[in-house]
T-cell receptor, first 112, second 111 residues
Framework: SQTIHQWPATLVQPVGSPLSLECTVEGTSNPNLYWYRQAAGRGLQLLFYSVGIGQISSEVPQNLSASRPQDRQFILSSKKLLLSDSGFYLC???????????FGSGTRLTVV | SQQGEEDPQALSIQEGENATMNCSYKTSINNLQWYRQNSGRGLVHLILIRSNEREKHSGRLRVTLDTSKKSSSLLITASRAADTASYFCATDPFGNEKLTFGTGTRLTIIP
């Protein structure tokens, strides 16, 4: 079965600092990968998705970027964090067997 | 943008009772999915219902879909304390795996 690893679990960063969140996948190859953000008490907003190495689609204009340097690695980055970047970031993989997402455990980012 | 809106936003019931949550959406869909999120954790896929299906069961879960009303409901029967979580509906309008999530219902089961 496919599993997703996300780290770190929590992160507190000052405004203007860089960001790098990593997501790795096991148990599958050539997956479709997704980054979602969840604001406090809200639903999820799709930020980026990738259908293959080096292929990134951005869903909303923002201060963040994503990269996929390897088939099972998906990275979310920022050069300079804003207060509004605070939130719960979730990596997901599409499960073609169950036709749903499998999510990582998430990273709670607080920008101070 | 939010496609689905869950109702109610919060629900508290006694253990053993049934819990019903509703989801309304705006555009036509290929399928609709329900997810559970325990506090501070990732989401867990519960069940998927396709646009040509009207009802689906999985254990204590029952999902209905009314495409004419653009709405779905999730029923959890014989609730347990472990069912305490937030529940989200998500729609896949084009069958392209890009889901749009609702705002969620926060369910609390009182022991």
């Amino acid at each position: 079965s496919q599993t997703i690893h996300q780290w770190p679990a929590t992160l507190v960063q000052p405004v203007g600092s860089p960001l790098s969140l990593e997501c790795t996948v096991e148990g599958t190859s050539n997956p479709n990968l997704y980054w979602y953000r969840q604001a406090a008490g809200r639903g999820l907003q799709l930020l980026f998705y990738s259908v293959g190495i080096g292929q990134i689609s951005s869903e909303v204009p923002q201060n963040l970027s994503a990269s996929r340097p390897q088939d099972r690695q998906f990275i979310l980055s920022s050069k300079k964090l804003l207060l509004s970047d605070s939130g719960f970031y979730l990596c997901a993989i599409y499960d073609a067997v169950n036709y749903g997402y499998t999510f990582g455990s998430g990273t709670r980012l607080t920008v101070v | 943008s939010q496609q689905g809106e869950e109702d109610p936003q919060a629900l508290s019931i006694q253990e053993g009772e049934n819990a019903t949550m509703n989801c309304s959406y705006k555009t036509s869909i290929n399928n609709l999915q329900w997810y559970r999120q325990n506090s501070g954790r990732g989401l867990v896929h519960l069940i998927l219902i396709r646009s040509n299906e009207r009802e689906k069961h999985s254990g204590r879960l029952r999902v209905t879909l009314d495409t004419s009303k653009k709405s779905s409901s999730l029923l959890i029967t014989a609730s347990r304390a472990a069912d305490t979580a937030s529940y989200f509906c998500a729609t896949d309008p084009f069958g392209n795996e890009k889901l749009t999530f609702g705002t969620g219902t926060r369910l609390t089961i009182i022991p």
